[in-house]
């Protein structure tokens, strides 16, 4: 099949079609979701907890998303794959911002970059779309302004329903292709869905957005911590993870592996 590409999704927010969005941060995964038949793969900076082991999403570089994005782009054939700028990457200027998703398309071969942030960051999205390189939003709950946000709430409430409205038409106007609405109450992801001719992507932003996205090792339970009320589970990799690996200790202290039909003469 042929590679996603922007105008594919905007197509399908036309004919109502709803699409599904996943991270990967490595090959496999990549290529099962690929094949899966997931549109759009996301390297996000997620990678700094579930890839890097960090305790949040700021501590994470570009030199670090640069390896994970290459590896995706090498192996997902069809989905069209975006890479998340990190934090202190974009923030200072739009020619920052250009400098770092330059980096993502060449070194990453990305097909896309994202970007945390709203009006404010308009002139960043601007200077990207004019270079050539389509840009995803990012607006409602941003993990990267944690703690300017004061921790994981829910945004776009009452008053702010307006705001958060304002910026993602601010986006649009600036050329972004698909806006990601995180943690916004569902009545407002709605009536951004319906203003937008661009696709919300929502996460923790109710059934009426034009796409829906989830962290992979959410999705299929490799993380067992606790997570948010948006998650849900559909497998437990952790589970059949550590079950073959106790089942391999317990073969080789008990001399059972390897066996004939694995060895040698
Ligand atoms: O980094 C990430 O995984 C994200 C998605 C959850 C939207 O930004
Ligand atoms: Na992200």
Same mark, same amino acid.
């Given at each position: ?50 890839? #890097? ?180 589970? #559909? ?31």
């Amino acid at each position: 099949a042929r590679r996603v590409r922007v105008h594919h999704l905007r197509e399908m927010k036309e004919r109502g079609e709803a699409w599904p969005m996943l991270t990967a941060y490595d090959m496999y995964t990549a290529k099962i979701f690929d094949q899966a038949g997931i549109p759009v793969l996301l390297v996000g900076d997620s990678a700094a907890n579930n890839v #890097y082991g960090y305790e949040s999403s700021l501590p994470v570089s570009t030199e670090e998303m640069l390896p994970l994005v290459r590896a995706v782009t090498r192996s997902a054939s069809r989905a069209l794959v975006v890479a998340d700028l990190p934090f202190g990457s974009y923030q200072a200027s739009p020619e920052q911002a250009l400098t770092t998703a330059v980096r993502m398309m060449k070194e990453g071969r990305a097909h896309a970059v994202k970007l945390e942030g709203g009006s404010r960051f308009a002139p960043q999205v601007e200077a990207l779309t004019s270079a050539g390189i389509p840009v995803m939003g990012h607006i409602g709950f941003t993990p990267q302004s944690e703690h300017g946000l004061g921790g994981y709430r829910v945004q776009g409430r009452g008053a702010s329903a307006d705001a958060l409205v304002a910026d993602a038409l601010a986006l649009e106007a600036a050329g972004a292709f698909a806006v990601v609405l995180e943690m916004v109450p569902a009545e407002v992801a709605k009536r951004v869905t319906a203003e937008l001719a661009i696709p919300t992507v929502g996460i923790g932003a109710g059934p009426d957005c034009d796409a829906q996205v989830l962290v992979w090792q959410d999705m299929a339970g490799l993380n067992q911590g606790r997570s948010p009320r948006f998650v849900k589970r #559909y497998a437990d990799v952790a589970g059949v993870l550590s079950q073959a690996a106790s089942e391999f200790a317990a073969d080789v202290r008990g001399g059972s592996f390897p066996a004939e039909e694995h060895s040698f003469h």
